[in-house]
């Protein structure tokens, strides 16, 4: 079965202290956030390594031409310092299998500014979603770099372009005012604050949703989730916080276990959410 969520963005090999690796980046989480949700979802990522239980049933398009990128996060008393130990490179429309090229909802997750918003031109059909988060980052050789942010500017012609944009405040270093900036061109734009909740502009106009409660233990790619819980949601119902709010309840269920592993599936979060009605 084709895709009819397709993920572009590279699965990551994620440095451990002790020098192993493990594979991680938005295009797991959303991936398998997408399929717990009922929705057949294919990545086109730099070829990486899979968790080792990764289900079948989502296939990942390999491009020929690239590795996946290498992270490593320090720990400091200042907070996190990421570095990276090696690149990949952009994708292109040719990477992009020709049978894939139809989906519902296309999901631009980019790590390292693989994924450039002209790509939005070869789905003119699907809802289009984006997690900008890999165009706010810049690097050099040689590796290991120091990765630091940048802003992300777009065109506002492209960003009219993105249907959802989703990011966190940690992704624009507490500068609320940047998802104000994108919501003057893109018709939604989620800003997450972790167990804070998120705003969500719609038009430009911000609406609050408050996060569920959760027993955090693991709040890795809690983003990630929420934003394509937030997708899937809204291509079914067309309301903006209406998936808002089933997003996060969502997100919230993803953290309370280890990894990929926790994201619930659709009986459980229709659940959760008929409790929150209650």
């Not at 296939?59 to 031409?65: D, G, I, K, N, R």
């Not at 296309?106 to 809802?127: C, K, S």
């Not at 992704?171 to 104000?180: K, L, N, P, T």
């Amino acid at each position: 079965m084709n895709p009819d969520y397709l993920m572009l963005g590279h699965i990551t090999s994620d440095l451990l202290p002790d020098g192993s690796t493990i594979p991680g980046g938005t295009s797991l989480y959303a991936a398998r956030t997408a399929q717990r949700l009922g929705r057949h979802p294919g990545i086109v990522s730099a070829q990486a390594t899979l968790p080792a239980d990764w289900p079948s049933t989502v296939p990942v398009a390999t491009v020929s031409h690239s590795t996946a990128p290498i992270f490593e996060n320090r720990y400091t008393p200042n907070g996190r310092i990421q570095f990276l130990h090696g690149d990949a490179l952009p994708l292109v429309a040719t990477d992009i299998p020709t049978a894939w090229r139809t989906p519902a909802i296309v999901h631009f997750g980019p790590i390292l500014a693989e994924t450039p918003l002209t790509l939005v031109d070869a789905f003119p059909e699907a809802l289009i979603g984006m997690t900008p988060q890999g165009m706010m980052r810049r690097w050099q050789k040689p590796f290991p770099s120091l990765i630091e942010y940048i802003p992300f500017d777009p065109a506002p012609e492209l960003l009219k372009k993105v249907d959802i944009l989703v990011m966190s405040i940690e992704d624009v270093h507490g500068d609320r005012s940047v998802a104000e900036r994108y919501a003057q061109h893109c018709g939604i734009v989620a800003l997450t604050y972790g167990a804070k909740g998120a705003d969500i502009f719609i038009d430009g106009s911000p609406i609050h949703i408050p996060a569920y409660p959760a027993n955090e233990v693991d709040p890795t790619g809690a983003g990630d989730v929420f934003a394509a819980a937030l997708l899937v949601r809204y291509q079914e119902t067309r309301d903006a916080v209406v998936a808002a709010y089933f997003a996060a309840v969502v997100a919230a269920a993803s953290v309370e276990g280890l990894g990929i592993s926790a994201i619930p599936d659709r009986l459980t979060i229709e659940s959760r959410v008929q409790q929150h009605r209650s």
